[in-house]
């Protein structure tokens, strides 16, 4: 039997799973339901029925001692518990989960916080990216990457200023069919069911969020239509921070001739290695893809830029390294066998932990080994803020209307918070969650 939250819902014949925790009294509440027919076309999505239509005439409705049954029917139950756990150690809202049988798309929200967005009178009450994988990967691991992510966009939103809470949608299904309206439909239904505004992020391409805007929910930004793809302004911000970072350590912002290890070159990595490059940096790069390395090469020829395997960029003798790739890539035997000085990047999640006590613990690790560390959302906030824009302001949003803002926060906050943790004797990472967590928790 395959170790899935859906498995009980496919088996079943239902749809839709709610795992619902609430912190403050570690209590856990679930619902399983049948909410649609098979037979629904998605294409027709706010045209002919809406987010609160009846969708089926045999509605089902499994309170929580039934559904826990379900998963023990299915020999799942230390598999759900296990998943509860990881909504308590994050101190997590809850997971939704949403099925379309016919294509075998399995949605999950992971709902981290809403507690800024809950009065901001829209729609969305949470904002966080949207990322697909594929059927075949781990569903455990792809959970709790997405609850990794949510719980960092709660904060990230409250670094940046925007009223949101935290969420992050991750979906197992084939590649995205851009052309295909049921498909595109499902999604945009169940997007509006998350009560998030969301954005491509890995495994989705970005002119998703348009093909879903133009026929479907404009609870979606980030596409090529709109205000351009979020990896610019984001890798912007994290080359200020770095900058603010050098010269908090080495007394000068400038990056010319310092050795720069970057990972991943996306649409975060390959520009902020272009902004390292045009200040005179040394680079060393890895991708897993030949082709994004090759064209950085071939596009800069005069510049220092050494190639190297995925597995070794961790360890290479630089005085910065900007992860902007997958999370989780920090683990405490990688600690000791870094040379860096800094590590600052765009990548989320850089640390491997799922709470903040296990980020604390191991940015401490990091500051006895005389690196300076500062957690991810505190200045990869480019990306949200371009996406705020575009929600808020559709087809006038504008870059220009929050570069001041990323330049502001990128800067001077990173400035204020190293200068802060160095009073106190604490670390970046413990200073940049202490000066927001009264917002998100209360």
């Known amino acids: ?15 839709t799973l709610k795992i619902n925790y609430d912190y403050k009294s570690d ?24 987010m609160e239509t009846i969708l089926t005439s045999n509605l089902i409705c499994l309170d929580d001692t039934k559904t826990r049954k379900l998963f023990e029917k299915y020999g799942l139950l230390d598999y759900l518990n296990s998943i509860i756990e990881l909504l308590r150690k994050g101190k997590h809202f809850g997971i939704d989960c949403f099925y379309f049988k016919k294509k075998d798309i399995r949605f999950i929200s992971n709902m ?3 507690t800024l967005g809950i009065n901001n009178r829209r729609h969305a009450v949470r904002s966080g990216g949207i990322r697909r994988h ?43 069919d851009l052309d295909d309206m049921e498909e595109l439909g499902f999604l945009a239904y169940a997007i509006d069911r998350s009560h998030s505004f969301t954005g491509p992020d890995m495994g989705y391409p970005p002119e998703l969020a348009d093909a879903i805007k133009e026929r479907f929910t404009l609870n979606i930004a980030g596409g090529i239509k709109g205000i351009g793809p979020t990896g610019t302004p984001t890798a912007y911000g ?18 010319k001739d310092k050795k720069i290890a970057v990972q991943g070159l996306g649409a975060v990595g390959f520009t902020l290695a272009e902004h390292y490059l045009k200040e005179g940096a040394y680079l060393f790069v890895a991708d897993i893809d030949d082709n994004v390395v090759k064209k950085l090469i071939d596009k800069y020829p005069n510049n220092q830029i050494k190639p190297v395997k995925s597995d070794e960029i961790f360890f290479v003798d630089a005085d910065i390294f900007s992860p902007c790739a997958i999370g989780g890539i920090i683990t405490e035997d990688r600690i000791p066998k870094m040379k860096f000085k800094i590590i600052m990047g765009g990548a989320n999640n850089q640390l491997r932990a799922s709470s903040q006590e296990e980020e604390y613990r191991l940015a401490k690790i990091l500051d006895k080994h005389g690196i300076l560390f500062q957690v991810a959302w505190w200045h990869n906030v480019g990306g949200v803020l371009a996406g705020w824009e575009e929600y808020e302001n559709q087809e006038n949003a504008s870059l220009s209307h929050i570069i001041p803002k990323i330049e502001r926060i990128c800067t001077i906050k990173t400035r204020e918070n190293l200068k802060r943790a160095k009073d106190k004797n604490i670390t970046p990472t413990e200073s940049a969650y202490k000066s927001v967590e009264e917002l998100i928790y209360r």
Do not use: C
């Open 1 to 15: 039997m395959e170790r899935s939250l859906f498995t009980p819902i496919i088996e079943e014949g239902l749809t």
């Open 238 to 255: 994290v080359y200020l921070a770095v900058k603010e970072a050098s010269k908090f350590l080495f007394g000068t912002d400038s990056l």
């Open 112 to 114: 981290h916080n809403n």
């Open 134 to 176: 594929d059927l075949d990967e781990d569903e455990y691991e792809i959970i709790i990457d997405g609850l990794n992510l949510a719980r960092g966009m709660s904060f990230k939103n409250a670094a940046a200023e925007i009223p949101y809470g935290g969420s992050k949608i991750v979906v197992q299904s084939a590649p995205v």
């Open 27 to 50: 209590k856990s509440y679930l619902l399983a339901l049948k909410e649609w027919d098979d037979d629904i076309k998605w294409e027709d999505y706010n045209e002919k029925f809406y």
